[in-house]
């Protein structure tokens, strides 16, 4: 289960980093085309929800391989959660479905590694 975890974290943040870089350098009108969600949000809170996301993403893997602060790990696994629960809501007054599936995967697998390293499997 120990792997299976890891797999999972480093699943997670390479996606989130890559969300998260995305989101923090690029300007608002740049991201419109493939995430039209940034037109109801301010580009400050665009840019914030993209360093939340780089921020949990080298949280999911840092603590945990070093072993500073490991409890920091499910810690950004439960951030994530809560992340993906605000983009359901977002994605739910747009009427985006298929979003919102995708943001359930996403919730579920945060919440299975935060699950995982708080309990049984913690580091």
Same mark, same amino acid.
């Given at each position: 289960?120990?792997?299976?975890?890891?797999?999972?974290?480093?699943?997670?943040?390479?996606?989130?980093?890559?969300?998260?870089?995305?989101?923090?350098?690029?300007?608002?009108?740049?991201?419109?085309?493939?995430?039209?969600?940034? !037109?109801?949000?301010?580009?400050?809170? /665009?840019?914030?929800i993209g360093v939340a !996301?780089?921020?949990?993403?080298?949280?999911?893997?840092?603590?945990?391989?070093?072993?500073?602060?490991?409890?920091?790990?499910?810690?950004?696994?439960?951030?994530?959660?809560?992340?993906?629960i605000g983009a359901m809501?977002?994605?739910?007054?747009?009427?985006?479905?298929?979003?919102?599936?995708?943001?359930?995967?996403?919730?579920?697998?945060?919440? /299975?590694?935060?699950?995982?390293?708080?309990?049984?499997?913690?580091?």
């Open positions: 289960m120990n792997v299976f975890l890891w797999i999972l974290q480093a699943l997670l943040a390479v996606m989130f980093a890559m969300a998260g870089v995305m989101k923090s350098t690029r300007p608002k009108d740049r991201l419109a085309p493939k995430l039209p969600w940034v !037109e109801d949000f301010p580009s400050g809170m /665009v840019k914030f !996301e780089l921020a949990a993403a080298l949280g999911l893997i840092l603590p945990a391989a070093t072993g500073i602060a490991p409890v920091l790990t499910p810690l950004a696994a439960a951030g994530l959660v809560i992340v993906m809501i977002t994605h739910a007054r747009r009427k985006e479905p298929q979003a919102i599936a995708f943001n359930v995967v996403l919730l579920i697998l945060a919440a /299975v590694v935060a699950w995982g390293r708080f309990g049984p499997y913690s580091l």
